[in-house]
């Protein structure tokens, strides 16, 4: 349904019939770790998350997975080499 409380003409998946289902009735603003995410937006109440309705939480256990100005390095795999295998390959 369209939002009519927070972020009004979006679409939420907690709006009901009934007014925001989501816990305290209202969608979180950001933190300051959500700055300079594309998932973004700002209303007339103030800056929000698209994704996700309480930001703070995703942040909770380190890096947000949706997060898109975030990236994460892969580590490259450091495989032992057997030196002997490696001279019969050659």
Known sequence: ???TTIRQGDECV??????????GGACLSIIDECK???RT?????????????DPSLKWKNGNC???????TAVA?????INPIKASKRK
């Open 1 to 3: 349904m369209i939002c």
């Open 14 to 23: 907690f709006m009901a019939a009934s007014g925001c289902t989501y816990n």
């Open 36 to 38: 300079g995410c594309r």
């Open 41 to 53: 937006s700002e209303f007339e109440t103030g800056v929000y998350c698209t994704a996700a309705p």
């Open 65 to 71: 997975n949706i997060a898109t100005h975030v990236k």
């Open 76 to 80: 490259a795999k450091n495989q032992k």
